[in-house]
């Protein structure tokens, strides 16, 4: 029996080699151009810092406005939204689960709208941040404006589409104004929502190693076009570390408290 995993071992290893060899090769010759590109070629100085520059004029100088082109682009989705979806409740019999997925997909697109437009908003709202000395009064008042009224939006946004997802799955507990939110609303999630959780988790957790390793890369080679110092460099590494420890902390807790993952309760 022993001998048999081992050659099934053998044969999956041998299976993966050939691919595994062919990106070491390809990252090396890609570091190996990169270099002769920074050793040798002209004006190589020049031209990232002319893209930085031409970057970092155009974000600065939509930054203050993004705020509020994001609310009333997130105002307009969320009046839609619920709007079809109040309409989709009221003709649904509680039984037609196509038509049930139809209204859980709406909700769930919704959701991701406002969660990525809301990362949108802060990243401009961390650039602009910088030029707040030197703006036009109009443009701070949009600046500070949009990001208030981000945060409000965001609040209620999720409040409407949670209650609505409770309309269609009474059995879903929880507030979104009660700090212990997510926990309340795993817990009344069924098994196989709970499956679905814990699988999109972990696909996340190694997904996001292999990015980490790619956004690694980049802040060392990018480090001898832009110039942007060690701390690109040293947060990547800083949220890698952390995403590896408290993974590693809690899968150890729930190994040796099984009777805590959600799925067994």
Known sequence: MNETIRQENKKEDKKHLGKFFLLLIGGFLLGVVMGIVMAFGENVESLPTAISEVTYNFAQAIAP???????????WMLLIVKSKVTKMIKAWDGEDEDEYRKIDGILG??????????????FFFAVGFEGIVGRSGFADACYFLGFILTLVIVMVGQQIIITMTKEVNPEKKGSIYDTK???????????????????????????????????????????????????????????WLCNVCIYTYYAKYYEKHPDKIGVFK
């Not at 697109?109 to 802060?122: D, F, P, Q, R």
């Not at 926990?183 to 996001?208: F, G, N, P, Q, R």
């Open 65 to 75: 406005y993004v705020g509020v082109v994001y609310c009333v682009i997130m105002v």
């Open 109 to 122: 697109n919704a959701l991701t709208a406002l969660n990525i437009g809301t990362i949108v908003e802060y």
């Open 181 to 239: 939110f997510v926990d309340k609303w795993e817990d009344s999630c069924d098994e196989a929502e709970k499956i679905l959780i814990y699988k999109s988790a972990y696909k996340t957790y190694t997904k996001m190693s292999g990015f980490y390793v790619s956004l690694w890369v980049f802040c060392i080679f990018g480090n001898g076009f832009f110039h942007f110092g060690l701390m690109p460099v040293t947060l990547v590494s800083l949220i």
